[in-house]
């Protein structure tokens, strides 16, 4: 069985030689493996590096500019010959002898494998809070989600990606019906180049996605369902409302704030019941599409 490592990259021009250097070792024990580098519009002659440590097992795609990690994965795949896919970092985090482990999961029934990292890594608050809510939302029984992953490659034909959606990738996977693993990985530091990810907008990014994906999985499947009943209850509660106004005008105890309350309920629950056919007529166009993909 081959087992492709896809390494997306961009401006990790410096850490390159090291790279390869470890994988020369690895896979020297290894020889089932392929490693795609995939150079993510990089501006720092990422590639003309790689191509100078050329060797039997690295391959180098480029894309003509930076289009994001989760494109880069799909590039890589698309390219991949192996069986299972090895989604591995270019800032030498991890460690490449822990892949097999993953592998392993893998050969054992799992169709994606996830790393628990050990060690010390910066925003580490921020990851636990992230994960926590993610096992939360999604009902995942693992501790990391962005870590180094193995998985099938048909686990990527079958689930939907979009920009920076590679995060995600374990409860589109889950919901998809694939079996999730999990194994502790070593966590180094990184010793070369600048952490792509440091922007503090970078949290409020992927607490929307979060909400986005959550929203793919369950709202979006049965929207009557939800924003339906949200409709109905906010009418129902108006007509309750304005039962309690009326009887509080007979005793001349009227309060017009009532009134607009009233008005309100009942507008946001037609807005909502309106949203929820929308969303359905959407839903089952959608269904449509999908049963006619060969």
Known sequence: MKISVIVPAYNEAVNIPFLVEEFDKFIKKQRNYEVILVDDGSEDGMSEIAKEHKRPYLKVIRHKRNLGKTEAIISGAKAAKGDILVIFDADLQFDPHDIPE?????????????????????????????????????????????????????????????????????????????????????LRPRKYGIPKYQRKSRILIGFFDLLAVKFQLTFNKKPLLYFGSIGLFSIALGVLVGVVSIILRFFEHGYRPLLYLVILLVVSGILFFSLALIGESIRAILDRLEKREP
């Open 102 to 186: 993953l592998v392993n999961l893998i050969k054992n029934g799992a169709d994606v494998a996830t790393g628990w990292k050990q060690g010390h890594y910066e925003k580490k608050f921020v990851s636990n809070v992230y994960n926590f809510w993610a096992r939360r939302l999604f009902h995942l029984r693992i501790h990391d989600m962005n870590s180094i992953k193995a998985l099938r490659k048909g686990v990527l034909d079958v689930i939907p990606l979009r920009k920076d959606w590679h995060r995600y990738i374990v409860p589109l996977a889950k919901e998809a019906g694939f079996k999730i693993a999990e194994v502790r990985v070593i």
